[in-house]
Nanobody, 124 residues
């Protein structure tokens, strides 16, 4: 059974940093595309960052230059390093897995498996 467990969320002041982790259990993440998504109260889910099998990445314009997605295949873990955080980054962040992985993308509906999420709160 595919399980994704996020951690690393918390509260931070604007300009600060957090690193989110997404640990996969029961399988290997190396053959799949992985993505990070976020959803703030009253807003639609937004794709933040994604990484494919060979390490190609894609980012939302709102986080380019501030966020970095990476994957440690040996640990079956995907990371999201978030720097220069802004209050508008406040949201529930979830990782997701696309086992078809035709391309690196931020289309949430294509991802088959999802974690429960970890809350990120950025205060001004």
């Amino acid at each position: 059974q595919v399980q994704l467990v996020e951690s690393g969320g918390g509260s931070v002041q604007a300009g600060g940093s957090l690193r989110l982790s997404c640990a996969a259990s029961g399988h290997f993440v190396s053959p799949y595309c992985m993505g990070w998504f976020r959803q703030a109260p009253g807003k639609e889910r937004e794709g933040v960052a994604a990484i494919d099998v060979i390490g190609r990445t894609r980012y939302a314009d709102s986080v380019k230059g501030r966020f970095t997605i990476s994957k440690d295949n040996a640990k079956n873990t995907v990371y999201l390093q978030m720097n220069s955080l802004k209050p508008e980054d406040t949201a529930m962040y979830s990782c997701a897995e696309d086992q078809v992985c035709l391309a690196v993308h931020l289309v949430g509906s294509v991802y088959e498996y999802w974690g429960q999420g970890t809350q990120v709160t950025v205060s001004s």
